[in-house]
């Protein structure tokens, strides 16, 4: 087929279509690239940086960058790993994490790309930044504090929800999300079931009634790291 | 009253066609005419333009002119960079508060003044600046601070403040103004004359490929400061599928230390145009757009007759110059005080009406720009060397500065040396000679390319200015003994931390965390390991990044520290007794010691 090409990323050839994000060549053919902004359902956002990988020695987010014939790209490197983690570790110090008691432990992507870059303490001095929490919904919080602006809430709520709950507002470090309505949460059209409240990848927009129902153990990272599920593609394309 | 702000809204948005790409003029216009984009005007807006509250309220929040707070009838920005600082804004920031009775980011009770701080507004060269409304006072002393506050109080308007106008064009009744242009060399392609429409005639005589061609030829590159070949990126443009194209001229000199466009805006504002029009027939476009920053509104008025006269020469709208097929005008996109407006993807989210995001490449703008359109953004004084190549020749034009640097560069001079102002030199002067022209004898360090340049020292003197050699858009600020490499970075710092849009991670949080770090060595309280930290931290930012301002925020830190390392060594010091000398135990306990409502025991003093 005409519109295959191919491409090489930490050595190993990866066959591609022609429009495709290096993101999504890479998980088809299972190898991780990390991330916190990109979703599987959304466009890419490219503002976390995590993804950084090399492109031709070039730094290029993996969630927005077009693969191209013969390009050759690097994710694996000390480097690079170590640029994710200084990026994980900004957002630790940015908001307020309290890991040990936040709900979403363990099934929290912050948290578990934290683990799996073997991120201990932060390098960086915590700021304590002061945000703010709404609980005014009914059905639903939201705790500024663990909020990573990673726009998925804003993205899912406009691209898969058909509404415009969220938007950010203000700049640089006084860049947070704010909602549609002249009040607080309760004044805009979100509901429980909205994807913007599912794809929430840390515990910033939480559903109510709902903490700790899995027990430790069982959560989703609990037993294995974060891009597994990518990962395991790789055994099923190797057999393919 | 409620229902007087709720019709006036909405027809200041069916004036801008309840089209919500407009935006931008459409907040500036009830910032103006009300002193705020209160939560109701937001709301209206929102439903004339079928757009959500949000949305609005996500613009207004970005620039620093539009705010959801009342602002006073008369709000005066006080510009807080650092040549200003070196020429004593302090005392006229104290003279300010003493008449007012206010702090800076407060208003008086009577709602008739606001005192703000704000970054460069592009008058280095005669500060300490400041901008009443839409007017500029430039040259201030604390005697002066109290007269301007005194006229405004019995005039009740900014126009009285000009008794005093500048030279040039500022004198013109439409731009009114005390800025004064302080051109000190002018060079043959800038600052020379030329007759409106000539350069024009010329390019339609010829196919609009060869006008590309002739671009390439004089290998111009881009004056903004990236140095991007201007023929070549026209030739994408031009070559992109569109219905239309377009041209923008980005005319939003934001770097503190530039003020260069200042002087074309004001001086050879034909010569703009006539540079802009050219593009728009080598790419195909119909449509033009200058993006004018916020701080350059004063201008607008004058820059408006211009673009008429030139509609009345047939030097715009339809078929120029008797060209059949040849359609393009020019409209006027205000700003609204945005440093990152100023990178072209910005630029284009902020033409679009929203807030000024840079956009994710690829798409290039020559692909998919303003209202995906293919777009052409080129800095103002790029334009200006367009049409002069046309008139004189693309070899005329590549005899001058370096093999590959061709023509000339405006440089706009501040700091420490009797000759600031706008000088046009050809590329490839050295850093020391164009020190000697600026009057400049005791420089112990020069800002060149303003803070996302570089900081370099005596041992850099004898390189040269062109894009392989000591790259600059324009900014060169110059420091002498008495300044300190560290404050000076540090100041840079504070502005990009400000400037920062706030998208990404590294820009957002890391900039922060450099400055906080060199406050901390600042402070005497920095250890050795804190270089590496800054080193490391700096390339984290300068490597992941999204957009210019993130990629070379770094660059004060990073150039300081690797041309006056001795600065930052002579602070620091090792840390012998194990103790964290940043951590204050007072300050960590004050929250503690406020909820219990006593003082520590063990930590009373």
């Known amino acids: ?240 | 009253m409620a229902e007087n702000l709720e019709t006036a809204v909405k027809q200041i948005c069916r004036k801008n066609g309840n089209d919500r790409t407009r935006m931008m003029d459409i907040v500036r216009e009830v910032q103006d005419r009300f002193g705020q984009v209160s939560s109701q005007a937001m709301n209206t807006i929102a439903r004339a333009v079928n757009s959500h509250r949000v949305e609005v309220e996500s613009v207004v929040s970005f620039y620093s002119f539009l705010s959801e707070e009342p602002k006073g009838k008369f709000v005066i920005r006080l510009c807080n960079d650092i040549i200003d600082k070196m020429q004593g804004v302090e005392k006229v920031a104290e003279a300010f508060r003493e008449e007012l009775g206010i702090d800076f980011g407060e208003s008086t009770s009577d709602g008739k003044f606001t005192l703000e701080w704000t970054p460069c507004i592009g008058m280095c060269d005669q500060a300490p600046a400041a901008l009443v409304n839409n007017k500029v006072v430039t040259r201030l002393s604390s005697d002066s601070a109290r007269e301007i506050v005194k006229s405004l109080k019995q005039n009740g308007d900014e126009d009285h403040l000009m008794h005093m106008l500048g030279d040039g064009n500022n004198a013109d009744p439409l731009v009114n103004s005390m800025v004064n242009n302080n051109i000190r060399e002018r060079g043959p392609v800038v600052f020379a004359d030329l007759e409106p429409g000539t350069a024009i005639h010329k390019a339609l005589s010829m196919s609009a490929v060869e006008v590309i061609k002739d671009v390439k030829t004089a290998r111009l590159r881009g004056r903004g400061g990236a140095g991007f070949p201007t023929g070549m990126k026209w030739e994408f443009t031009r070559a992109a599928s569109g219905s239309d194209k377009v041209v923008i001229c980005n005319a939003d000199e934001g770097e503190p230390g530039t003020f260069k466009d200042r002087t074309i805006l004001t001086e050879k504002p034909d010569l703009l145009f006539e540079g802009m029009t050219i593009a728009g027939y080598a790419i195909g476009a119909r449509t033009g757009v200058l993006y004018l920053r916020g701080e350059y509104a004063y201008l607008r008025p004058f820059l408006e007759r211009i673009l008429a006269q030139r509609r009345n020469k047939n030097l715009l709208g339809m078929s120029i110059l008797g060209k059949a097929g040849f359609d393009f005008d020019i409209r006027i996109q205000m700003g609204a005080g945005a440093y990152v407006c100023g990178e072209e993807t910005a630029l284009i989210s902020s033409c679009e009406g929203l807030r000024g995001d840079p956009k994710n490449r690829p798409p290039f703008p020559a692909q998919k720009g303003y209202l995906t359109l293919p777009t052409s953004v080129n800095n103002v004084e790029t334009f200006c060397c367009v049409a002069r190549i046309l008139d004189k020749g693309a070899g005329w034009f590549a005899e001058m500065g370096s093999a590959g640097s061709t023509g000339t560069k405006l440089l706009s001079i501040s700091g420490d040396c009797t000759r600031p102002g706008v000088y046009e030199l050809e590329f490839g002067i050295t850093v020391s000679e164009m020190l000697e022209k600026a009057g400049a004898e005791n420089a112990y360090a020069v800002q060149v390319g303003g803070p996302s340049g570089q900081l370099i020292g005596e041992a850099d003197f004898h390189r040269k200015i062109c894009y392989d050699d000591v790259a600059t858009g324009g900014a060169v600020m110059i420091f002498n003994r008495d300044r300190n490499p560290l404050e000076i970075a540090h100041e840079f710092m504070e502005f990009f931390c400000e400037e920062s849009c706030g998208y990404c991670t590294p820009c957002r949080v890391g900039n922060e965390l450099l400055k906080q770090r060199l406050e901390a060595i600042i402070a005497g309280k920095g250890t050795p390991e804190d270089l590496d930290y800054l080193e490391q931290l700096g390339k984290t930012v300068a490597v992941a990044s999204r957009c210019g301002l993130g990629q070379t925020s770094s660059n004060p830190v990073r150039t300081s520290l690797k041309n006056f390392r001795g600065e930052y060594e002579k602070l620091v010091r090792e840390n012998s007794d194990g103790m964290q000398r940043t951590f204050d135990i007072h300050k960590a306990l004050a929250a503690g010691e406020d909820l219990q409502g006593r003082k520590s025991v063990i930590y009373a003093d």
Request: proline share 5%; hydrophobic share 35%; with cysteine.
């Open chain 1, 1 to 240: 087929m005409s519109d295959k090409i191919k491409f090489t990323m930490d050595g190993v050839e990866i066959e591609a279509t022609q429009g495709q994000t290096i993101m999504q060549a890479a998980d088809e053919a299972g190898m991780y690239i990390p991330r916190l902004c990109a979703h599987k359902d959304l466009l890419p956002f490219g503002s976390c940086r995590v993804c950084t990988v090399m492109v031709n020695d070039r730094p290029q987010t993996a969630c927005t960058q077009p693969v191209s014939p013969g390009m050759s790209v690097e994710s694996e490197t000390e480097e690079l790993n170590d640029i994710r983690r200084s990026i994980v570790e900004m957002l630790f110090v940015e908001g307020n994490h309290y890991c040990p008691f936040c709900e979403k432990s363990g099934n929290c992507e912050l948290q578990a790309l934290g683990y799996r870059l073997g991120m201990l303490a932060p390098r960086y001095p915590y700021m304590f930044n002061k945000h703010d929490v709404d609980a005014s919904h009914p059905d639903i919080y939201i705790d500024h504090n663990r909020c990573i602006l990673c726009a998925r809430c804003v993205r899912s709520s406009k691209e898969l929800d058909g509404k415009n709950v969220f938007q950010f507002v203000g700049r640089g470090i006084h860049k947070r999300v704010a909602f549609n309505s002249d009040t607080d949460l309760s004044g805009t059209d979100v509901s429980v079931t909205d994807k913007a409240i599912e794809n929430c990848p840390v515990g910033a927009i939480l559903k109510k009634r709902s903490a700790y129902a899995v027990p430790i153990g069982k959560r989703k990272y609990d037993s294995q790291p974060l891009g597994s599920d990518i990962e395991s593609r790789k055994a099923a394309v190797k057999q393919g």
